[in-house]
């Protein structure tokens, strides 16, 4: 089963964009879910993530202040809440299983059921 990222688009800098994250067609079964981004000829980087049962949170250094990843447990959906978005945080932002400890929810190697992700493009 892979989760669903859904909500990218073209947006201008400074401005705000909602991306969300469900599985398709079954409810979370996993210790919590992550947001990670690529760019061509990079690596996948972590963006955020959160703990599914206790709501936990967290941010790479480059997002935190400015993102907010968030679930709601009756639509079984993870979102991630952009703002001040700059022309670098433009990317296929993927959103991910996490089945890991708690100290891999950093690394993409903890995560499982990747989607095809979804394009954030931030224009300047």
């Known amino acids: 089963v892979q989760l669903q990222a859904s909500g990218g688009g073209l947006v201008q800098a400074g401005n705000s964009r909602l991306l969300s994250c469900a599985p398709s067609?079954?409810?979370?079964?996993?210790?919590?879910v992550g947001w990670f981004r690529q760019t061509p000829g990079k690596e996948r980087e972590f963006v955020a993530a959160i703990r599914w049962n206790s709501g936990d949170t967290y941010y790479a250094d480059s997002v935190q202040g400015r993102f907010t990843i968030s679930r709601d447990r009756t639509k079984n959906t993870v979102y991630l809440q952009m703002n001040s978005l700059k022309p670098e945080d433009t990317a296929v932002y993927y959103c991910?299983?996490?089945?890991?400890?708690?100290?891999?929810?950093?690394?993409?190697?903890?995560?499982?059921?990747w989607g095809p992700g979804t394009l954030v493009t931030v224009s300047s």
């Open positions: 067609g079954r409810s979370f079964t996993n210790n919590g």
């Open positions: 991910a299983a996490h089945r890991g400890i708690l100290s891999t929810v950093r690394v993409e190697t903890s995560y499982s059921q």
